[in-house]
């Protein structure tokens, strides 16, 4: 049997938020560690933003290769042998231009960077995927055609907007959520795998605050989640998928985890100040929990 996991999502440089998650890895040595996303300061102020603002000291190494580098090797040298593996994916609101430091930290073995890998850990895949559809905001790092070019009302094409590295025009224009995940798992049996998305499935643990709102008098959609990741669930069953994104679906809704026929599709989104941490074993899924500290 696996050892237990944490699932945190969207902590956006918000140190508080990772002084909570460090203690309670120390405290409770889990066996891995799952970051699903948004999980730097927005924009360009790494080095000099956020976290500084916040009490840590300035660092020309930035968030990642300064205060996440320093803290992660930390955790490692109290831990020993319990260090847990951490497996990590940025979102559509960390600047893929920090995509270097992210791998100079998997090549210190800090953590492992997933995205558009698997990763074979404790008789699990794992899987990672950093894609959205597109959104109304204009950082499209990580933004893809969902199933088709078509783009909802309000949002701008990942074609818009703008990036903090070269993309191929082919990709940016042709490419889809749903042609990356069948590149990605392929013929792979994923009866024991945990796939590690930022998107939220269309329909579930997706609910954005948009009641009532419309654009050209068109109304829309309230659900804002992936359609290919929902048809890609439904048709694959995975063992277990955990999303974040969606910062307000829990607290409208209610629910931070939904089951897609045989899969288990567990949210660490959230809106308030709190660290939402996800507690799950992927043996026991039924069994998941969530708690704001």
Known sequence: MAPPCLFASDLHGRIERYRSLFAVIEAERPGAVFLGGDLLPSGFGLANGLGARQGEPDDEAGFVGGFLARHLARLREALGQDYPAVFAILGNDDPRVEEEAVRELEALGLWHYAHNRRIDWSGFAVYGYSCVPPTPFQLKDWE????????????????????????????????????DLEALTGDDDLSRAVILFHSPPYGALDRAALDGRSVDHVPLDVHVGSIAIQRFILRRSPLVTLHGHVHES???????????????????AHDGPELALVRFDPDRRGAATRTLI
């Open 144 to 179: 893809r055609y969902d199933v088709s070019r078509f783009v909802d009302p309000g949002c701008c094409s990942p074609e818009e907007g703008w990036r903090t590295v070269p993309v191929d025009a082919h990709d940016t224009r042709y490419k889809t959520i749903e042609g």
């Open 250 to 268: 829990a607290r409208l809704t209610g629910e931070w985890r939904a089951q897609l026929g045989g899969t288990h599709a567990l949210s660490a």
